[in-house]
T-cell receptor, first 112, second 114 residues
Framework: SQQGEEDPQALSIQEGENATMNCSYK?????LQWYRQNSGRGLVHLIL?????REKHSGRLRVTLDTSKKSSSLLITASRAADTASYFC????????????FGQGTRLTINP | DAGVIQSPRHEVTEMGQEVTLRCKPI?????LFWYRQTMMRGLELLIY????????DSGMPEDRFSAKMPNASFSTLKIQPSEPRDSAVYFC????????????FGPGTRLTVL
């Protein structure tokens, strides 16, 4: 089944640095979403990018989408300790389908 | 505004016992999703409902699992009998069923089956 795969699985950086996470998927999609999960909590939606968009910004977040390579990246600029969390990409299971398929996630640690 | 509410937050039970997990979606949302999260398998969709009707239960592992949504404000996920391999965090999420659809997750129920 289609599934987003995040890379790297874990990332540790210093506060203030930028963090980049990548996601690859297998089949055509309508949308790709990024979610954050703090330890012991539920997932929180961060940003959505449509298949006809190449780049999107929200605060310190920048998402890119390359449908030809079936990949997306999430950039967090000027990282903060509070950004420590796991980050997941999610794609529609089938193009246009309501249900989502989540990747395994990237565990991001921001060191003070 | 209250988010998605799940209960209990933690459940410890013995193998063979029945377990019932509960979820109250965000008021006005008409889609509800049940997920299971484990280290080995990640986040898996078990079942989802639109307007209280089950749409896709292909992720339900086996007959021991069942889910109901008797009304727009309540859903249950039942495991009977429970097994140690069911130990996981179970999440409920709801959405407005829009295109594109954004899901709002509850805090999860951590289930441990001994």
């Amino acid at each position: 089944s289609q599934q987003g795969e995040e890379d790297p699985q874990a990332l540790s950086i210093q506060e203030g640095e930028n963090a980049t996470m990548n996601c690859s998927y297998k089949t055509s999609i309508n949308n790709l979403q990024w979610y954050r999960q703090n330890s012991g909590r539920g997932l929180v939606h961060l940003i959505l990018i449509r298949s006809n968009e190449r780049e999107k910004h929200s605060g310190r977040l920048r998402v890119t989408l390359d449908t030809s390579k079936k990949s997306s990246s999430l950039l967090i600029t000027a990282s903060r300790a509070a950004d420590t969390a796991s980050y997941f990409c999610a794609t529609d299971a089938e193009q246009g389908a309501q249900k989502l398929v989540f990747g395994q996630g990237t565990r991001l640690t921001i060191n003070p | 505004d209250a988010g998605v509410i799940q209960s209990p937050r933690h459940e410890v039970t013995e193998m063979g016992q029945e377990v019932t997990l509960r979820c109250k979606p965000i008021s006005g949302h008409n889609s509800l999703f049940w997920y299971r999260q484990t280290m080995m398998r990640g986040l898996e969709l078990l079942i989802y409902f639109n307007n209280n009707v089950p749409i896709d239960d292909s992720g339900m592992p086996e007959d021991r699992f069942s889910a109901k949504m008797p009304n727009a404000s309540f859903s249950t996920l039942k495991i009977q009998p429970s097994e140690p391999r069911d130990s996981a965090v179970y999440f409920c999420a709801s959405s407005l069923r829009q295109e594109p659809d954004t899901q709002y997750f509850g805090p999860g129920t951590r289930l441990t089956v001994l």
